[in-house]
C-alpha cells in the first residue's frame, strides 16, 4: 500500500509552526502566530511518539541521509526541547520496558519490568511477589473520557507499547500481555474501562493458537488454543490485517484492533514486500488520529517506531534511518492533521544506542566553501551525503580529498557500533569496499552503501547493545511551554499529564 506524502520540505514550507526552524541555513526566526503563543494553555489531546533507541546520533545520521547536513527534519522545526535521562532504578543503561514505564507512569522502575513499581525485580526473582501497579498516561486518559491509541511497528505485546497498558513482572510474557488488554479476560486490566480505542502493529502470533496457522501462513504462540482475534471481535473489536480493512476504517468501527505481522512489522525498506500489504507508520498514524479525533472530549495517542532500534540491535544503519525519516514523517503527517492550540505533541527516545559518527568525515562536495585540489571519483559518487560511506578527509597541505585511515592504513566506514555482530574477527581489517562479510540477510554487501551491509562493530556481541547517554525530548503544541534543561525521563509523563489537566 503506497501513499502520496507531502515532501517534507514541502511541510515544512506550508506550515504555520514550521516558520521558526532554520531552512537553507538561514537563521530561525521567531514569528508571532507560531504555537508558542499558546503553548502553555490547556490541551484536549496528546500525541506521544516514541522512537526506539533514536538517540541524538541517530537523528543526526538520519537528517544527514534524508536531508542533508543543513537540512531539516520535522523534530528540528520544534520549539520546545530538552535532554532527557534513560536511567532505569537498576540499571545505568537501561531497556526499554523501565525507560517506557517510567515515561508512562512517572516514576522510575527495573529493566524488564513493565508498569510495576521499583520494589518489583525482573521475573520477581526473590518470590517476594510483585509491588503495586503504577498508573499510565493512557489509564488516566482513558478514566477521564478520552478515547485511546497505541500504535506500533513493533509488537504490540512488546514492551514499548506494552508500558502503555499492562503490568507483567516480565516484558517477554507477551501471551499474558495481550491478555490484558481483552475486555472480560479475567487478567483484564480494568484500569482501561471500556477498553484501548486503537491498538494496531504487528504480533499476531500472541493472538493465535499455537496449533493454528494465521493469514499469512505463521504460526501462532498461545499455548492456551484461544484465538484472540475471534475473542477480541465478541468483546466488540473491529479486527483488521490488510490494508483493504485498513483502509475501510471509520470511527464507526471503533474500537479496533489491527495485527499487520506475526512479529514485528517489515522495516519500511522492506514493507513493500509484504503479502498484506501493510500500512506504513505515517499511514497507522493518521488512520488513528482520524478514529480517535471522533471524541469530543479529546484523545491520547502513542506512536512508536519500533524498527529503529531492531535496525540498530542487527547492526543495520541503512534501515534505523530509512526507518527514523519515516518516523519524522509520521510526525510531520500528524503536526499536520490536528490543531496544535489544543493538542500537545512529544516526540522522544526510551534510549539510545552505542552508535557513532566516526572519524572526520567531510561534508559532500557541494556543501564545501572551497575546491578541493583533488577529489576521488568514489567521495563525488556517495550517496546520502556519504553517511554510509567510508570516511573522507581533506588533507591540510595539499588539498587533496583522501580516504580516511587507520593506524594500519585500512580505510573505515563513517557509522560504526560499539559492539554488535558487525565485528569482522580477529584477521585484521579490510576495506569496507571489499569487504565479504555476510549481511543482514545472509548476502555479502555491495560495499557499505549496500542496504545489506552491517557497520562494523568494536566488539563482537550477536545483538548490538542500548547506550547510557541523554536522549532528546522535542514538543509543540498547547501545554509544551515548559520543557527545557536536562531532566530526568519521568518529565515526559509530568509534561503530558499537566498539558492535558489529569
Known sequence: ????????????????????????????????????????????????????????????????????????LVVDGLPYTALSRTYTSDHITPDSAGTMSAMMSGQNTNSGVIGLAETTERNDFNNDGDG??????????????????????????HATPAACYAHVNERNKENEIALQGLPGDPTYNAALGSGIDVLMGGGRRFYVPSTMFDEEGDSGSRPDGRDLRVEFQAAGYTYVWRDREFDDLRAADLPVLGLFESSHMEYEYDRITDVGGEPSITEMTLKAVELLSSNPNGFFLMVESGRIDHAHHAGNAWRCLVDTEEFDRSIGAAIQAVNLRETIVVVTADHSHVFNIAGYPLRPWYDLPYSPTSVPQSWLKSSHGGILNIAFDISSSSGAVAEAQDSGGVPYTTLVYGNGPGYRGGNGRVDPRNDTTPGLNGAVPNGPQDPEYMQEAAVPMGSETHSGEEVAIYAIGAGSSSLQGTVKNTTTFDLIRAALGL
Open 1 to 72: 500500500m503506497q501513499t502520496k506524502l507531502v515532501p517534507l520540505a514541502l511541510l515544512l514550507a506550508s506550515t504555520a509552526w514550521a516558520q521558526q526552524v532554520q531552512v537553507a541555513g538561514q537563521s530561525a526566526r521567531p514569528v508571532q502566530d507560531h504555537p508558542r503563543a499558546n503553548s502553555s494553555t490547556a490541551a484536549k489531546s496528546a500525541i506521544f511518539f516514541v522512537g526506539d533507541g533514536m538517540g541524538v546520533s541517530t537523528v543526526t545520521a538520519a537528517r544527514i541521509f534524508s536531508v542533508g547536513v543543513d537540512g531539516q
Open 132 to 157: 503495586p501497579a503504577l498508573t499510565t498516561l493512557l489509564e488516566m486518559a482513558k478514566a477521564s473520557g478520552k478515547s485511546v491509541g497505541v500504535v506500533s511497528t513493533a509488537r504490540v505485546t
